[in-house]
């Protein structure tokens, strides 16, 4: 079975930062895209950021120039470096990555982590 772990969630004021982490571990032959989802109260998940396992990367409009993703193939880690953090980010985040395991690619979630900003 494949798990994704994620932390770095927290309370931050609006204008600064936090580093988001996920880990993907289990039986794993191939992770393809990794990324960042998030979903505010009252609101349909979001993509927030992808990359792909060269290191490609994707960004939503709303998040470009303040966010930043980056993953580590050999760790199959994926990160998102959050800053100039805006009320309007407030959300649970989500890790996720498509894993190729023994048979087909399967998509995987993390268990989601908490980010407020507020002053």
């Known amino acids: 079975q494949v798990q994704l772990v994620e932390s770095g969630g927290g309370l931050v004021q609006p204008g600064g930062s936090l580093r988001l982490s996920c880990a993907a571990s289990?039986?794993?032959?191939?992770?393809?895209?990794m990324g960042w989802y998030r979903q505010a109260p009252g609101k349909q998940r979001e993509l927030v950021a992808t990359?792909?396992?060269?290191?490609?990367?994707n960004y939503a409009d709303s998040v470009k120039g303040r966010f930043t993703i980056s993953r580590d193939n050999a760790k199959s880690t994926v990160n998102l470096q959050m800053n100039s953090l805006k009320p309007e980010d407030t959300a649970v985040y989500y890790c996720?990555?498509?894993?190729?395991?023994?048979?087909?690619?399967?998509?995987?979630w993390g268990q989601g982590t908490q980010v407020t900003v507020s002053s």
């Open positions: 996720t990555a498509r894993i190729l395991q023994p048979g087909v690619p399967v998509d995987y």
């Open positions: 289990g039986s794993i032959f191939h992770i393809y895209t």
């Open positions: 990359v792909t396992s060269s290191h490609n990367t």
